[in-house]
């Protein structure tokens, strides 16, 4: 009898280490049943001008003399061409630029900014090129990850799987269907949350990610629990320790 008190207590003790330790297949795998997504917004997405923002502007034309005006560097002057000016996007959404003053930014993107500024800038020079970058383009991945952190971005577009895989991907404590995407929109904070398992992901409007987004990935149910009494080993050691101790009353 005490013989099978002693089994089933085993049974229950390396049962409970196996239910907090161990995930399944179904919800480790990223983009299951994956199709071929044919999506136009996705295709053409490009990040909006938000408050705070930081941009880069460099303007020039054939006759640089004409186009110098409307290029600021510090020490005010071109010989300092490395070390431009940036411009900050006030509460306002607008910048002040050189000759133009006040212009309004806010929610253009890089590519709508340069097409204003080159219809404002042909009526002081001929056939202006405007180069325009957001210096400021960053986003954050915090949680269940190999490498959390803050990381900038160089070619202004980056997707939710390009952001996981700069942070060394998800650990295996991971949670991969409820992941947090926080954005903040001209103050305004938006939450949502996201599948990496789900296919959707990629027909998704926030498949792409905005500058200073930041995913957080939540932990298990498994890490949750081991979190709670110790890792797995300390567990088993638990339950080494208990069944001694068993062994020695039972004697």
Do not use: W
């Not at 180069?131 to 990850?145: K, Q, Y």
């Not at 498994?222 to 088993?236: D, E, Q």
């Amino acid at each position: 009898m005490k013989n099978h008190q002693i089994h089933t207590l085993l049974i229950c003790l390396f049962g409970f280490v196996l239910t907090t330790s161990c995930v399944s297949k179904k919800d480790m795998v990223y983009f299951q049943n994956e199709e071929a997504i044919q999506n136009e917004i996705l295709r053409n997405y490009a990040p909006k001008i938000q408050m705070d923002d930081i941009i880069s502007i460099f303007v020039s034309a054939q006759d640089t003399e004409a186009a110098a005006p409307f290029n600021l560097f510090r020490g005010g002057s071109q010989v300092n061409a490395i070390n431009p000016i940036t411009y900050l996007v006030d509460t306002n959404g607008e910048i002040s630029f050189p000759i133009l003053g006040q212009l309004k930014v806010l929610d253009l993107t890089t590519n709508e900014l340069r097409t204003y500024l080159k219809g404002k800038l042909e009526s002081y020079l001929k056939d202006p090129v405007v180069t325009i970058r957001l210096e400021n383009f960053r986003v954050s991945v915090l949680g269940e990850v190999k490498t959390p952190g803050a990381f900038n971005v160089v070619s202004e577009r980056i997707s939710i799987p390009e952001a996981i895989a700069l942070a060394g991907d998800l650990t295996i404590q991971g949670k991969r269907k409820n992941v947090l995407l926080i954005r903040n929109i001209n103050g305004a904070i938006e939450k949502i949350r996201l599948d990496l398992t789900n296919e959707s992901l990629f027909a998704s409007p926030y498949y792409y990610l905005a500058q200073n987004d930041i995913l957080y990935i939540e932990p298990n149910k498994a890490k949750v629990n081991s979190a709670a009494i110790g890792t797995t080993s300390s567990l088993i050691s638990i339950a080494t320790a208990v069944l001694s101790l068993v062994l020695i009353l039972t004697r």
